[in-house]
């Protein structure tokens, strides 16, 4: 990768290729197993989730007059929203993308398992001259002398994506061996807690659009495999 690049220089080329290019096999039994214990479905955004807290307590809703979110995943302006919601979130080789989407509240994330990289584009710090915003991106995973992230908060209003890495890089195999890139990860397991709760009514997707005005034609070409299709 060329020093401009986003993605971190040293993500094996393999390993992106697959990941921009899913497999259609199946996950490991002990990814399937994960799945059935915590009760996963898909996700919407790529991905499998399960909603594990959602606060009974009301508070008022922060964004009730906000202006309408670009494509929103539904309508909801009702005056309170719940107090917060936390799920589990995981992807996986089979579904190794987390496509670019925002939340109107801020997201706290923590690791359980495995490796990936975060995308994140900063729209509330957007140049007013030519439009485009920074460009954000880092590692989540247990190696700490790396600089490896076991938590990590989004801001509401920022754009996310995220995707699935190897669990390591030195058991890494080319795809001479045949064993392809995603098949070393057994999954990327975070939790999110939301506040306030999730709604769909505070979620959208961010749009090839908006994504061409916010970046350069070269960001755009390295970045829009993790737009959602
Ligand atoms: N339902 C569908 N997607 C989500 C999500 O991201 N968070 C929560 N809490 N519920 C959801």
Do not use: C
């Amino acid at each position: 990768a060329s020093s401009s690049s986003i993605l971190p220089a040293n993500l094996p080329i393999y390993a992106l290729n697959l990941l921009s290019n899913p497999p259609s096999r199946p996950d490991s039994a002990a990814i399937e197993t994960t799945i059935s214990n915590l009760n996963l479905l898909e996700h919407i955004e790529g991905g499998y989730f399960a909603e594990t807290d959602r606060d009974p307590l009301l508070v008022p809703n922060p964004f009730q007059h906000l202006p309408a979110l670009t494509n929103p995943t539904a309508i909801d302006d009702s005056p309170t929203r719940h107090a917060s919601t936390t799920i589990y979130y995981l992807v996986t080789p089979r579904s190794p993308v987390g496509h670019f989407h925002r939340n109107r509240a801020r997201t706290v994330h923590t690791l359980h398992r495995g490796r990936g990289v975060y995308v994140l584009l900063h729209m509330e710090r957007r140049d007013e001259r030519t439009g485009k915003v920074p460009v954000e991106t880092f590692v989540v995973g247990h190696d700490l002398a790396k600089g490896e992230r076991l938590q990590w908060i989004v801001e509401g209003g920022i754009f996310k994506a995220s995707f699935l890495l190897p669990d390591a890089e030195a058991k890494a195999e080319g795809p001479e061996t045949g064993k392809q890139g995603g098949s070393v990860s057994e999954g990327l397991l975070i939790s999110e807690t939301v506040v306030p709760g999730f709604e769909f009514a505070d979620h959208d997707f961010l749009t090839a659009e908006t994504m061409r005005d916010a970046l350069t034609p070269d960001q755009v070409r390295e970045l829009r495999w993790l737009l959602k299709r």
